[in-house]
């Protein structure tokens, strides 16, 4: 009997030792897991930053575009205008010279 418990007291002290590279080497895979995911993280978060700061400089653009159209805009009705009234002078100068024109003749 005291055989059996010599072997099995080995036969668990052989198991302790298995369990301990065990724990061991699930700890380094663990370490290496977190350290996978904290890079990949990391770098998500400097993707994140870079569209984001994107983003904000593309809607700066946007909104500096539009104002500009809108002072296109703004300009082309105002030259409208203008042409409009250059039209309407020429046209009434047209008439007046050839109402000069007639009464020459």
Known sequence: MLK???ERLAELEGEKEE???YQAVDRDKRLIEFHISDKE???SR?????IEGRKQTA?????IYHQNAVKLQDEIR???KII???SAEIQT????????????R
């Open 4 to 6: 059996y418990i010599d």
């Open 46 to 50: 400097a993707m994140l930053s870079e």
């Open 19 to 21: 369990l301990k590279r």
């Open 78 to 80: 105002q030259r409208d």
């Open 41 to 43: 993280l990391t770098d």
């Open 59 to 63: 809607a700066k653009e946007a909104v």
């Open 84 to 86: 409009k009234t250059i």
């Open 93 to 104: 100068h047209i008439q007046e010279i050839e109402s000069m024109e007639n009464e020459r």
